[in-house]
């Protein structure tokens, strides 16, 4: 039982290129989340997803675009990297209200 | 106002010693409330959900008041184990799992 896993943990990009950050969950939850995770800032919500084949927006989803095809796998696309884009980024999941994270992606755009 | 806020710190403590951690939250009909812990670099970990009732694990205990709208966390005989970033969570009524998390709470326990 994994719990949350994120993949790539670490990654570099020049500005306006793309990525795709993937998040897998094997708890069976129906909710997954992302979250950027800034020094000062806290956590922040991207975008969110209630349900295989549906997402919705978050507090700060600009620039960022999901998918969840998958009820296990929820996937976070970077379409063209900007330096403010630089952050830890975190996905969790949960049942209901208590939500698990995955170790986190240091994202650095350059 | 900012729909959670909490003391940043950091709080710098002895081990062994009693620590409080204080939280206010904005919206009246949140209903449910968490403490999250964060190591440096790491992922945020649930700590203990919030019950109405107050409730303890151990050394750590929560209390909520709907009243004032103000959560609290008390850990008890601190270790240097204990060292870490303490979040507070309310969720977004009807926001459909959706919670606010705080900025944080820096503990740091010394020896």
């Known amino acids: 039982n994994a719990g949350v896993t994120q993949t790539p943990k670490f990654r570099v990009l020049k500005t306006g290129q793309s990525m795709t950050l993937l998040c897998a969950q094997d708890m069976n939850h129906e909710y997954m989340y992302w979250y950027r995770q800034d020094p000062g800032m806290g956590l922040r919500l991207i975008h969110y997803?209630?349900?295989?084949?549906?997402?919705a927006k978050g507090e700060v989803p600009d620039g960022y675009n999901v998918s969840r095809l998958k009820k296990q796998n929820f996937l976070l696309g970077l379409e063209s990297a900007a330096p403010s884009q630089t952050s830890v980024y975190f996905c969790?999941?949960?049942?209901?209200?208590?939500?698990?994270f995955g170790p986190g992606t240091r994202l650095t755009v350059t | 106002r900012k729909e959670v806020e909490q003391d940043p710190g950091p709080f710098n403590v002895p081990e062994g010693a009693t620590v409080a951690f204080n939280c206010t939250y904005s919206?009246?009909?949140?209903?449910?409330f968490f403490w999250y812990r964060q190591d440096c670099r790491k992922e945020p970990k649930l700590l203990m959900s919030?019950?109405?009732s107050g409730n303890e694990d151990g050394r750590f205990t929560a209390q909520l008041n709907r009243a004032s709208q103000y959560i609290s966390l008390l850990i008890r005989d601190s270790k240097l184990s204990d060292s870490a970033t303490y979040l507070c969570v309310v969720n977004t009524a009807g926001s459909q799992g959706n919670l606010i998390f705080g900025k944080g709470t820096k503990l740091s326990v010394k020896p």
């Open positions: 919206n009246s009909a949140s209903q449910s």
């Open positions: 969790a999941s949960s049942a209901l209200y208590e939500q698990y």
């Open positions: 919030v019950y109405s």
């Open positions: 997803s209630v349900g295989e084949g549906t997402t």
